[in-house]
């Protein structure tokens, strides 16, 4: 796929998997593998993206529903692994990855004519990292499983025209639903994971001009709906421009184009 300004799609989000392809130019890759590797052949094929064309995937941090299948894709498609030392260290089921491309927080590395930037989040994982990609003006923020919007996060995240953001859960239904309790102290904790309400408060604080599109990343099957999720981040919109979209966990979701 070419295109001359970025392209997202979502292959998958939720507890049960996540990746997200990006496009820009000639350079396709996914942020995140967190399902096997034939199911997420399958997605690609489903919105008529050509596995073999894939440059590269970058991992943001180590657990399963992130790095799934990215070891199976990266030996079957002889794709480069971007990943922190930390991370890879952590990973037990990525298997021998032949091109290891180490990256740090806070370091920015240029793939193509793409720059990413990576940048520390809070998240009960070894080095988890948010990211921003950047081409000419075109700028796509990425933050998801992280418990607190950091100062760091805000700075990082600012000025974005995609912003694809976690919304994890409704508190109330976190609380009076069936998790036990030390799994609902963890997903409301400081490395857990943000609410509807963290999302929207953070989308008013990010609402420019330059921001043309929000994808709720990472809902809770067990303790969010689309439709609160939607409600809630869009009382933050003011009936602006900014189209709000839902990324799932069964099926891709729709392109959005730069």
Partial sequence: MKNNSFSVCPLASGSKGNSLFVSCNNTSILIDAGLSGIEIERRLNTVNINPENLCAIIITHEHSDHVKGAGILSRRFKLPVYITKKTYQACSNLGKIKDLCFFECGTPFEMDQILVTPFSISHDAKDPVGLTLEYKNHKIGIATDLGIVTNLVREHLKNSNILYLESNHDPEMLINGPYPWYLKQRIKGRTGHLSNMDA???????????????????????????????????????????????????????????
């Fill in 200 to 258: 929207g408060k953070l989308v008013s604080e990010l609402k420019t001009d330059h921001l043309k599109h929000v994808i709720l990343a990472h809902l809770s099957e067990e303790n969010n709906c689309p439709e609160k999720a939607v409600l809630e981040v869009s009382k933050n919109l003011n009936a602006s421009n900014i189209s709000l979209h839902v990324a799932g966990p069964h099926q891709p979701g729709k392109f959005i184009k730069l």
